[in-house]
């Protein structure tokens, strides 16, 4: 009978004699598995008159054959077998099935096809003895063809083990390696030095635990002096007494011999029989040396071969990394380009003698906001900054604040619409510990943290009375009381602030606190919208795209005239935030160039009125664009005049930007200067009054 075990990938063909084969994870079954599903004593196959007959052995995960659990079933030819995660594959006929290309093959010590025996006809001995030489030959035939076939190492040293013992009818076969290329190495090699890479059973399974299972001291004793040892009976020979490893083994018969090649020890091949004595013959232990030469070579080949897959993969690894190295260099090179091309234009305009870097663009509504803040970095008193969300209200801070006498102390920053009233008090005053519930520790507050620096507080206008009440008294008094504290703490912070909203008319509606709007607003900056900027969207644009794919990891896509004539004809109201996401959003869906199709649809579709055209005659000239954006600013400011009848206010509301930003404007493009003094005071006049009786 024979089985074809396959376990975890592996297919071991099995041959029995006997009509009992006990099935389990104990060390008494005939055949072992090492599976934590399989029972100690599985299940048994008794082979009787009636056939092979599979009986269950009251496991506790069963026995399948075929899918089936059963308790007891008659075994046909091909029934398979499942313990487990194990299958067993019942061979009943007299010729078995082909052992699988991957299932590790013995090499048989007995050729089957072997000559008749000549010496009964008085040919006598040497006509006998040349018979089992050509025998051996054909043996090192097949063995030769099975080793150089497998090039991986350990298949190929199972294999070794699995041949060494069916060489010389072992029991078990174990060898003892060094884990280190020994190509270039001179020291010799220790016993400590070796571990046991493979240790199998003459069933061709593997031995737990396998350094507990085999005499060390034999093996010690054959790599210090280099040549084999063989016992016929190991426990009752001198050369071995007092090693317990082979008392405490039982050991009957052993052959141990160096595996070298020129003259150099690349481990100890262990092969014994501990049931049995003069298992082993000196002919054996001549036929395993001449064996072990072969597996040497075997060994040392398979080394080179993983040594130089080992080199290839480092080789193809220090290739893709160049090649990402390069990808890399090519994306910084062109984002340099790019980054080059906006500081060369921003040079072109005078941007004032202190460092706004952060700050891209090169209008002249930018250049404004420069000379500002060239006057205003100078001084230590307050400023307000003007400027729709999304504007770059706290760079122009960061810009105040870096550039400033302070610059060597904190920068803290604060955004007021972001927290209820009673969080905003604990994060600008601090508080103590159990000042209220969940206050498990003491905190700074921010005016503490910035004490010495500056302190934004950004949308301010959202902060209300009550907090609008604590905050004026820390400006007027400089000290201020954490919460749940008696103490008093005094300090030195030069405020900045920052709205989106009109303060000057929240202040007239009761909205917010006149006396800390005066407060606060001693100097002010007035940022435009990035649609009153247009000639900046480029710059923007460029700058953006370089950054969002340099943080992605990605190569920068190109933008085209009309792509760019599509950005620069949108209103953005979003502003330069707007503008950043859209740069980001381009990254991940453009390659190489960015598409019209590639814009969002608002970009697409919502522009502003006459931005067809504009966006057209972007394409056809784009060397013209400054011009371009100012005719279309002069041309929208003169439209929304004449709908609003004179009234700036109306007219600021109609353009979707701020009194402030329109009287700029108006002085940028001389609209209105014609008119007489007497005629724009009564205009004035009549503004206020209108916008009086509004309010």
Same mark, same amino acid.
């Given at each position: 009978m024979?089985?074809t075990?396959v376990?975890?990938g592996?297919r071991?063909?099995l041959?029995?004699?006997?009509?009992v084969?006990?099935?389990?994870?104990a060390v008494d079954?005939?055949?072992r598995l090492?599976?934590?599903l399989?029972?100690r004593h599985?299940?048994r196959v008794?082979?009787?008159a009636?056939?092979?007959w599979?009986?269950?052995?009251?496991s506790s995960n069963?026995?399948?054959?075929?899918?089936?659990?059963?308790?007891?079933?008659l075994?046909v030819d091909?029934?398979?077998?499942?313990i487990?995660?194990?299958?067993l594959?019942?061979h009943?006929e007299?010729?078995?099935?082909?052992?699988?290309?991957?299932?590790?093959?013995p090499?048989?010590?007995?050729?089957e096809d072997a000559?008749?025996?000549?010496?009964?006809n008085?040919f006598g001995t040497n006509?006998?003895?040349?018979?089992?030489e050509?025998d051996n030959l054909r043996?090192?035939?097949k063995?030769?063809?099975?080793?150089?076939r497998?090039t991986?190492l350990i298949?190929?040293l199972?294999?070794i083990?699995d041949s060494a013992?069916a060489?010389?009818?072992?029991?078990?076969?174990?060898l003892?390696?060094?884990e280190?290329?020994?190509s270039?190495?001179?020291?010799p090699v220790g016993?400590?030095?070796?571990?046991?890479?493979?240790?199998?059973s003459?069933?061709r399974?593997d031995?737990?635990i396998?350094?507990s299972?085999?005499?060390?001291g034999i093996?010690?004793?054959?790599?210090e002096h280099?040549?084999p040892?063989?016992a016929?009976?190991a426990a009752h020979?001198?050369?071995?007494?007092?090693m317990?490893?082979? +008392?405490?083994?039982?050991?009957r018969s052993?052959?141990c011999l160096?595996?070298?090649?020129?003259?150099r020890?690349?481990?100890?091949?262990?092969v014994?029989?501990?049931?049995?004595?003069?298992?082993?013959?000196e002919?054996d232990?001549?036929?395993?040396?001449?064996f072990?030469?072969?597996?040497?070579?075997?060994?040392l080949?398979s080394r080179?071969?993983a040594?130089?897959?080992e080199r290839?993969q480092r080789?193809e690894?220090s290739r893709?990394?160049?090649?990402?190295?390069?990808d890399?260099l090519?994306?910084k090179v062109?984002?340099?380009?790019t980054?080059?091309?906006v500081?060369?234009?921003e040079?072109?305009?005078e941007?004032?003698r202190?460092d706004?870097?952060?700050?891209?663009?090169?209008?002249?509504?930018l250049?404004?906001?420069?000379?500002?803040?060239?006057?205003?970095i100078?001084?230590e008193?307050?400023?307000m900054?003007?400027g729709?969300?999304?504007?770059?209200?706290?760079?122009?801070a960061?810009?105040?604040?870096?550039?400033g006498s302070?610059?060597e102390?904190?920068?803290?920053?604060?955004?007021?619409?972001?927290?209820?009233? /009673?969080?905003?008090?604990?994060?600008l005053f601090?508080?103590?510990?159990?000042?209220?519930?969940g206050?498990?520790?003491q905190?700074?507050?921010?005016?503490?943290?910035?004490d010495?620096?500056?302190?934004?507080?950004d949308?301010?206008?959202d902060?209300?009375?009550?907090?609008?009440?604590k905050?004026?008294?820390?400006?007027? +008094?400089?000290?201020f009381r954490?919460l749940?504290?008696?103490?008093k703490?005094?300090?030195?912070?030069?405020l900045?602030?920052?709205s989106?909203r009109d303060?000057?008319e929240?202040?007239?509606?009761?909205e917010?606190r006149?006396?800390?709007?005066?407060r606060?607003?001693v100097l002010?900056v007035?940022l435009?919208?990035?649609?009153?900027?247009?000639e900046?969207i480029p710059?923007?644009?460029?700058?953006?795209l370089?950054?969002a794919?340099?943080?992605?990891?990605?190569? /920068?896509p190109l933008?085209p005239h009309?792509?760019?004539?599509?950005l620069?004809s949108h209103?953005?109201?979003?502003?330069?935030?707007?503008?950043e996401n859209?740069?980001?959003r381009l990254?991940v869906?453009a390659?190489?160039?960015?598409?019209v199709e590639?814009l969002?649809v608002a970009?697409?579709?919502r522009?502003?009125?006459?931005?067809?055209?504009?966006?057209?005659a972007l394409?056809?000239n784009p060397?013209?664009?400054?011009?371009?954006v100012?005719?279309?600013?002069k041309?929208?400011i003169?439209?929304a005049?004449?709908q609003?009848?004179?009234?700036k206010?109306k007219a600021?509301?109609?353009?979707g930007?701020?009194?402030f930003?329109?009287?700029?404007?108006?002085d940028?493009?001389e609209?209105?200067?014609t008119?007489s003094r007497?005629?724009?005071?009564?205009?004035?006049?009549?503004?206020? /009054?209108a916008?009086s009786?509004e309010?």
């Open positions: 024979k089985l075990i376990e975890d592996t071991s063909l041959e029995f004699d006997r009509n084969i006990t099935i389990g994870r079954n005939e055949i090492s599976h934590t399989v029972s599985h299940c008794e082979h009787g009636e056939g092979c599979l009986l269950d052995l009251g069963g026995t399948l054959v075929n899918g089936e659990r059963v308790m007891r079933r075994l091909g029934d398979q077998i499942a487990g995660k194990v299958r594959i019942v009943l007299e010729e078995a099935s082909e052992p699988h290309p991957d299932e590790t093959q090499i048989p010590a007995v050729v000559e008749p025996d000549l010496t009964r008085g006509t006998g003895d040349l018979r089992r050509r043996v090192f035939a063995i030769t063809a099975e080793l150089a497998e991986e298949p190929l199972r294999q083990v013992v060489l010389v009818g072992g029991e078990r076969g174990f003892l390696m060094t280190k290329s020994t270039n190495e001179t020291e016993i400590t030095d070796l571990s046991v890479r493979v240790a199998r003459f069933d399974s031995i737990v396998p350094r299972r085999l005499s060390m093996a010690s004793r054959v790599l280099g040549r040892v063989l016929v009976d020979d001198d050369r071995f007494s007092g317990a490893s082979v +008392e405490d083994l039982r050991l052993v052959m160096p595996v070298r090649i020129q003259d020890v690349l481990g100890v091949l262990y014994d029989n501990r049931l049995q004595h003069n298992a082993f013959s002919s232990l001549e036929m395993v040396e001449l072990a030469s072969q597996a040497a070579v075997a060994i080949n080179r071969v040594e130089l897959r290839n080789l690894g893709q990394q160049i090649q990402a190295l390069n890399q090519g994306r062109r984002d340099r380009d980054e080059l091309a500081v060369r234009a040079l072109g305009r941007r004032g202190y706004y870097t952060a700050i891209v663009g090169a209008s002249n509504g250049r404004e906001v420069f000379k500002q803040l060239d006057k205003i100078e001084t008193l307050p400023v900054i003007h729709e969300s999304g504007t770059g209200k706290e760079l122009i960061r810009a105040i604040h870096f550039n302070r610059r102390r904190p920068f803290v920053s604060e955004n007021c619409a972001a927290l209820p009233d /009673t969080l905003l008090e604990s994060e601090g508080h103590a510990k159990g000042a209220f519930t206050a498990h520790r905190k700074q507050g921010l005016f503490e943290q910035a010495g620096g500056t302190l934004f507080l949308e301010i206008g902060m209300s009375p009550q907090m609008q009440k905050l004026l008294r820390v400006l007027q +008094e400089g000290e954490p749940g504290m008696d103490r703490v005094k300090v030195n912070v030069r900045l602030a920052a989106h303060l000057e929240m202040v007239r509606k009761s917010f006149e006396d800390l709007y005066y606060i607003n002010s007035i435009p919208a990035l649609r009153e900027r247009r900046d710059l923007l644009a460029e700058h953006l370089a950054r794919a340099r943080e992605a990891g990605r190569p /920068t933008i009309e792509v760019m004539s599509a620069v209103d953005w109201p979003g502003n330069v935030r707007e503008l859209e740069m980001r990254v869906l390659q190489e160039e960015v598409t590639h969002s970009v697409r579709e522009r502003s009125a006459g931005s067809a055209a504009q966006a057209q394409a056809e060397g013209d664009i400054r011009a371009a100012a005719d279309l600013e041309r929208s003169e439209g005049l004449a609003a009848g004179g009234n206010s600021a509301a109609l353009l930007i701020s009194r930003a329109l009287q700029r404007k108006l940028k493009y609209i209105g200067s008119k007497s005629s724009g005071e009564e205009e004035n006049g009549e503004e206020s /009054t916008e009786a309010a």
